[in-house]
């Protein structure tokens, strides 16, 4: 992650206590140490399942002109004329998928980027996850030691994930309990996120074998937001994008206190814009949408973008906020 040098500016929340809110910061320093109790879906409060694409009240992937090609001009056939240059069309099919990153203290925990894949959406999501891919922002990595994922379909209520090997059924060195749970939850939260519907995902293995250690006989939930995902997630741009203009839109996720907090735009580690952003919620079990406009004004070259959740204690409590960058290039 990126952090500015300087000094950072007092922030119109800090100076307040923050009592009446405590549950949502204790929430999100708590440990996954009770994550395999975690059982139950997560709810926008309404009774329905509302998480990324949409589980998680987040955003769908960021919409850009190669996605869809240009309407051609009509032209006469007794009159030619030149038809303009239409932008390239993505091929593929972008995909949520879940890394794991730094949250606060150090904290592994959960944070989502799209990609292109080829093929069936599912699967190629699940071959990210398992290792046979890398994740754009190398603040992320996977906490899968690259496991063979044969297929995965979507069958009786559950989305069916075939392992055919019988390795890893223990934990590997170096994993903990706790990271193999997280592992886990990035498998289910992308795959739920490709499904855009929250059911439970089973691991198929030759005689109901473990996954690093955790049972396989029953399916797997996903775990609560507060205690899985980071609390704010930039959802573009996204890492290396070239940006230009007087402005750039930031979008993306959080769960912050009174829903707002600082996005700044950073130069060699100095602070060069900063502007609130304000959520469309907070304290719920789950990240709410938020938009904010960044001024680029005499800002050219490798900049990042930093947002992060807002820490009414100043720093005296706690682990700090949640922070996401996005180093991107101004022209």
Known sequence: MTFPTTPRPAWPH?????????????????????????????????????????????????????????????????????????????????????????????RPVLFREFQRVEGDPLTEAARLVAGGGQPVDPDYRTLWPGVEIASVQATDGVLLVEIPSDGFTDRPDGMTRRDAKLAVQQLVRTLQGVQQERVPVQVQREGSAPLFGLPTDTPFEAAPVLRTLNLVNITSPAEGDTVSGDTVTVTGVANSFEASGPCRLLRDGEEVALEGYQSEGWMEDRLFPFEVELPLDGVSGEVVVQCETDDPSGGAEGNGPAIDTKTITVQ
Do not use: H, K
């Open 14 to 106: 800090a100076v307040r206590r923050w009592a009446g809110a405590a549950a949502v910061v204790v929430a999100s320093s708590l440990a996954l140490a009770g994550c395999s109790d975690d059982t139950a879906p997560v709810s926008d409060g309404t009774g329905t399942a509302t998480e990324d694409t949409q589980p998680s009240g987040e955003a769908s992937p960021p919409e850009s002109p190669s996605e869809s090609p240009a309407e051609s001009p009509t032209e006469s056939p007794s009159e030619p004329s030149e038809s303009p240059s239409e932008p390239p069309v993505a091929s593929g099919t972008a995909v949520p998928v879940y890394f794991a990153g730094d949250g606060p203290g150090g």
